[in-house]
Structure formats: structure tokens, C-alpha cells
């Protein structure tokens, strides 16, 4: 029997293995091929290699920003701060300090504020993606003070290093975005009166992740196994983004820049204001009045906006980016030989309809997504091989299904 009619690992012959792969003087088999990849990927995950970054795999903020670009339409101030933040943030980890170097470079943990749907957490994983760095997505909502119903803030640094398959040093440099970080704002003006376990406690709480400390971690999370052994994590080198609608912060702006005053005492800088886009005016001060503690806020000295989406942005955001909305639709498709196209006024059609819910760039994927359903439940059966969206076909289905539950009152 020839070499290539035999696994030269075990030795099986190709009749007892499923498949045979042969090379030039030998071959393997499929059982084989798999141990073989279980055992490399638990040798790259225990020396980190599957998240290696050195100075020549850093991209350059302008790369960065270009990265960005093919994912996410318009921000064009929250995209160059965010590369800026994020290259040197890693620049910073691949320094080499030497004993007589006095200057340590400290961590620039980044805050956005942004309406929904404007693409907070889209930015954030886009960048991590770039990087090629684990990355995990945290709501703070469900965040609590330690001993109270909910989840405590340690939970943020299990779910990193289940992102990074428990590869303890590349969790050490991973990137947490923290959503609706405006829900934990504190409820009263006076501090520590009453207990505020939902809001200033679990600000207090993150102080410790933010600023870089050792956090003993459960793996599995929570407290439902108490027994469990508890993983030292060093926050150190963990970016942390944070991201808020922040609901009604632009009065207070407007209240700071006195753009209310009326009469010869106005300011002339009034007059300058673009009033359309409040939040281009923010500034820790507003954060503090909004109800976060100063401590956080120090720990979070990048502070960056999200402009309101027009009419034209949410119509780019339709159909331009590598992975927009319609793309994926007709992917989705196209896997079940159906060949799907829609007409432009359906895009605008959306368009609209996103605008009258008041759901942002989200809004856009419930309205295809319901325009869809029927033919994604009926099509796949049937014999039709394409498929053309009309105006009429998107109007008729949207009317039909029960569109009150997409609009937010």
C-alpha cells in the first residue's frame, strides 16, 4: 500500500477515515486534521499569539479612520477622535520603557454621547474588529451595587475573557464598550444621602476598572457559584468605551451657553450656535450636571459626540457601507439562489418611515425586516428564483403587519 493510501499520523487506511488529504509524499486524515487545529488553537490561546500586536500590525489613525469609513457613514469627529484615542492607547502598550524612563504614558479611556441609533456601539466594534483584539459589549443598566439584585461590575471583565476565550493576557488588552452608561447617572443632586444602588453605587464601582487595578473575577460570572476560583484581572491596559443617548442633556448645554437670553444682554457667541446640533457644545461640565460623579468622569478624559442623523445620512447608510442593511438582505437571499433587487424609491420610502419612528439608523433594519418578512418566510419553499421590491410590494407589507410596535411615542 502506497504512503498516500494511509494517514501518516495514525495510520488508518483510507477506507476506515471519512476523508484522506495527500500531499506530495504523504497524507492525513479528517481525525487527525481536527485534533491537530484543537491543539494549535489551545497552544495560541494560552501564549496569547491569536491577538498578538506589535508596532509594524498598529495601524495609523488615518487607517484607522479608513477602516472606519467602509462601516459607518457621516461622525466624522467621533471617527478621528476614536483613532487617535485607540492608536495611542495601543502605542502606549507597545512601548518599551527602560529603568531611566520617567515619563509613563496613562490610558485615555473614551466617553461618546450620541442619540440613539447614531452608531456608538457600531464605532466601537468596528475598531475592535480592526485591531483584531477581544471585545465585549456591556449594558449598564443591568449593572447594580454589589449585594443587590442585578449584575455586579466585576460581570464586565467575565464576559472580556469569555470575548478572548479566557486567554488571560490578551483580556488584559482588549476593549469593553459600555453602553447606555447614562442610565447609571446618579438620581439626586446631593450625594451619598440615600443608597443608590442602580446609579452613583455603580459608578463608584467602576472607578476601580477605569483607573487600572487588579479585579478578582469569577469566570462564569455573577454569584450563582460562589466556590468557583476567581481569575486576577489587571484593568491597566483595558480601553474602556463608554457610550449614552443621554436624554435631555442638551437643555442643560443650552442652559451653560445661555442661548435663551434674549434682549440687549445676549451674548453675540449666541448667535452662533447651531442649535441643530446641540451636543457639539459638550463638555464634562454637562456630563457632572447630567449626574455623573466627577471621579468618572476624570476617568474618562476623551469626550467625543454623535451628530443627528439627517434624511441624507440615514439614505447613505441604506445601502453604502461594506455591511449595509440592503446588502445583507439580498446576501441572505442570494444563499437561497433567489436573486433580490429593490427599486430607489423603496430606499426613500425607509427613509421616511425610520424618520416618522424616531428610531435612527436602528429604525432602518425593523422597517426592511418587516417589508421582508413574508417573502423571506414564503420564498425559500416556493420556485421563485427573483424578486423585485417595488414601492407598492414595501407600502402594501409595511401596512399590513402591525407598525405601531417600531414608533416610540
Keep these: 500500500m502506497t504512503p498516500l493510501e494511509i494517514c501518516s499520523i495514525c495510520n488508518k487506511k483510507r477506507a476506515n ?69 485607540v492608536y495611542n492607547h495601543y502605542k502606549r502598550l507597545l512601548q518599551k520603557r527602560t529603568p531611566e524612563d520617567e515619563i509613563e504614558i496613562e490610558k485615555s479611556n473614551i466617553i461618546m454621547v450620541g442619540a440613539t441609533g447614531t452608531g456608538k456601539t457600531l464605532l466601537a466594534r468596528t475598531i475592535a474588529r480592526k ?15 454589589a449585594g443587590y439584585v442585578g449584575e455586579d461590575v466585576e460581570s ?19 476593549i469593553v464598550f459600555i453602553d447606555e ?18 446609579g452613583e453605587g455603580v459608578q463608584q464601582g467602576l472607578l476601580k476598572l477605569l483607573e487600572g487595578a487588579v479585579v478578582n473575577v469569577p469566570p462564569q460570572g455573577g454569584r ?21 443617548a443621554f436624554d435631555g442633556i442638551e437643555k442643560k448645554i443650552a442652559k451653560r451657553l445661555n442661548t435663551h437670553v434674549v434682549g440687549y444682554t445676549a451674548s453675540r457667541n449666541t448667535l452662533k450656535v447651531d442649535k441643530e446640533n446641540i451636543l457639539k457644545y459638550i463638555t464634562p461640565a454637562d456630563l457632572k450636571a447630567f449626574g455623573l460623579i466627577p471621579e468618572i468622569i476624570g476617568r474618562l478624559p476623551i469626550l467625543t459626540y454623535l451628530e443627528p442623523l439627517d434624511r441624507a445620512a440615514l439614505r447613505r447608510i441604506l445601502t453604502e457601507p461594506k455591511n449595509s ?23 426613500d420610502y425607509v427613509v421616511d418611515k425610520a424618520i416618522e419612528f424616531k428610531l435612527g439608523a436602528r429604525g432602518l433594519r425593523s422597517i426592511v425586516e418587516t417589508i421582508m418578512m413574508d417573502a423571506m418566510y414564503r420564498m425559500p419553499s416556493g420556485t421563485e428564483r427573483s424578486l423585485v421590491v417595488t414601492l407598492d410590494y414595501a407600502r402594501e407589507m409595511l401596512e399590513d403587519s402591525d407598525i405601531s410596535r417600531l414608533q416610540i411615542a
Design 17 to 85: 477515515v471519512n476523508l484522506l488529504l495527500t500531499g506530495i509524499s504523504g497524507a492525513i486524515c479528517d481525525d487527525c486534521v481536527l485534533q491537530a487545529y484543537e491543539v494549535v488553537m489551545d497552544y495560541r490561546r494560552k501564549h496569547g499569539d491569536m491577538y498578538a500586536l506589535n508596532s509594524n500590525d498598529l495601524p495609523k489613525p488615518k487607517a484607522i479612520k479608513a477602516f472606519l469609513d467602509e462601516y459607518v457613514i457621516g461622525q466624522e469627529e467621533a471617527k478621528r477622535y476614536l483613532s487617535v484615542s
Design 325 to 347: 442593511i440592503i446588502k445583507q438582505y439580498i446576501k441572505l437571499f442570494a444563499m437561497d439562489n433567489i436573486a433580490l433587487s429593490f427599486e430607489e424609491e423603496v430606499y
Design 156 to 174: 464586565i471583565l467575565s464576559r472580556l475573557l469569555q470575548a478572548a476565550d479566557y486567554n488571560l493576557e490578551a483580556a488584559q488588552k482588549g
Design 181 to 198: 452608561i447614562d442610565k447609571i447617572a446618579r438620581k439626586g443632586d446631593n450625594p451619598s444621602i440615600t443608597r443608590d444602588v442602580s
Design 131 to 145: 485591531l483584531k483584539v477581544p471585545f465585549c459589549i456591556v449594558d449598564a443598566t443591568v449593572l447594580t451595587e
Design 224 to 244: 450563582k457559584h460562589p466556590e468557583q476560583k476567581m481569575i486576577p484581572v489587571d484593568t491597566q491596559n483595558i480601553l474602556f468605551i463608554c457610550g449614552g
